[in-house]
């Protein structure tokens, strides 16, 4: 059973930068995709980041392209994604996201994952 646990959301001003973490209970953690999706009310949940195993390859939404940063750290398990420049478009629920490997074609869709963590509150006002 893999378990993730996002931290690190919170109220920031526009322009602003938060740095979200996700810490995860899986083994070998370097054989998960991860990813960082966020919904905001009312809305559909959208993909923001991913990355594979040992972070060779990268993916980000264009919307968050040149302003947010996925990266992971192998031995500590852990996912983040530090978002600068922020917008309050950029509000929502953030959502840590893990599947076995890594498929290019397809990072972007949510049934593609197979772990979701509980989610971290980003709030950023204008």
């Known amino acids: 059973q893999v378990q993730l646990v996002e931290s690190g959301g919170g109220l920031v001003q526009a322009g602003g930068s938060l740095r979200l973490s996700c810490a995860a209970s899986?083994?070998?953690?370097?054989?998960?995709?991860l990813g960082w999706f966020r919904q905001a009310p009312g809305k559909e949940r959208e993909f923001v980041a991913a990355?594979?195993?040992?972070?060779?390859?990268?993916h980000y939404a264009d919307s968050v392209k040149g302003r947010f940063t996925i990266s992971r750290d192998n031995a500590k398990k852990t996912l983040y994604l530090q978002m600068n420049s922020l917008k309050p478009e950029d509000t929502a629920m953030y959502y840590c996201t893990a599947r076995r490997g890594f498929n290019t074609d397809s990072v972007s869709r949510a049934y593609d994952y197979d772990s979701w963590g509980q989610g971290t509150q980003v709030t950023v006002s204008s």
């Open positions: 990355i594979s195993g040992f972070g060779g390859t990268i």
């Open positions: 899986v083994r070998p953690f370097s054989s998960y995709g």
